[in-house]
């Protein structure tokens, strides 16, 4: 497709003056090789790096990416431009949402996956897409070796969500991990790693913060789709999932 920035030019009055059509111009990859291609996207997320990517019930296909910054002509030492990109519903793509985060020791798929993770359940929700009945509901078990490190001495992240600031740095602090924030206001909305995620001892956990009382944290965009879930869960026969 040739890129395209304009839609139409509409007048004062509201009348479309010029439309701009879509305009192929060549064919990149044949179709299988494009449906091959999301497959393994979507592996990505459902059994790799992206998992926390992952939403329950919806096709998401995407990738990770992690790059080491530089400084004086040398790599900094656990400080990355961490991203994520993924499109979803990944068979009939309604959304591309990319996720840059600069200038933190996370991988992509520990820091950008989750943020776009988020973005992504509340557009397909306000774009009114249901879940789809043969989609997974569950993450698949992840790949060895992929985007994360073997954990020397693991330990199991506090949740700290709804908390005020001061609070959650105390908490995260006396079970041994660094704090990191993003955002302002008194609260935090959200944080990764999320609770219990068992990580190693003295990682650092960021969090979310935001300026107003009850405003959404993931475990309430979680809630939103429980409904959606559970009606699929019935048609289906099996047993209603709580999602993490």
């Known amino acids: 497709m040739k890129p395209q920035l304009v839609k139409e030019i509409v007048g004062p009055s509201g009348k479309v003056l010029e439309p701009f059509k879509e305009q192929q111009v060549r064919r990149v990859i044949s179709e299988d090789t494009s449906t091959r291609e999301r497959e393994i996207l979507e592996g990505v997320v459902t059994n790799g790096s992206g998992r926390r990517a992952f939403l329950p019930g919806y096709r998401v296909a995407g990738k990770t990416g992690t790059a080491q910054k530089v400084a004086n002509g040398a790599y900094i030492q656990g400080e990355y431009v961490a991203s994520f990109i993924g499109f979803a519903?990944?068979?009939?793509?309604?959304?591309?949402?990319?996720?840059?985060?600069?200038?933190?020791?996370?991988?992509?798929?520990?820091?950008?996956a989750p943020m776009v993770q988020s973005v992504m359940l509340d557009s397909l929700k306000y774009l009114g897409i249901k879940p789809d009945l043969n989609a997974p509901l569950t993450p698949s078990k992840p790949m060895p070796g992929l985007e994360f490190a073997p954990i020397k001495k693991a330990a199991a992240v506090p949740s700290v969500l709804g908390l005020p600031l001061a609070e959650a740095d105390k908490v995260l602090t006396q079970a041994g991990f660094k704090v990191m924030t993003e955002g302002s206001g008194p609260n935090i909305l959200d944080q990764i790693p999320t609770a219990d995620s068992q990580v190693e001892a003295g990682s650092t956990v960021l969090l979310y913060l935001g300026g107003e009382a009850g405003a959404p944290t993931m475990g309430h965009w979680w809630e939103e789709v429980d409904e959606d879930i559970e009606a699929i869960q019935a048609l289906q026969g099996r047993t209603p999932l709580t999602a993490p």
């Open 89 to 112: 519903p990944s068979n009939d793509p309604k959304l591309v949402i990319l996720g840059v985060v600069d200038g933190v020791p996370f991988y992509g798929g520990a820091v950008a």
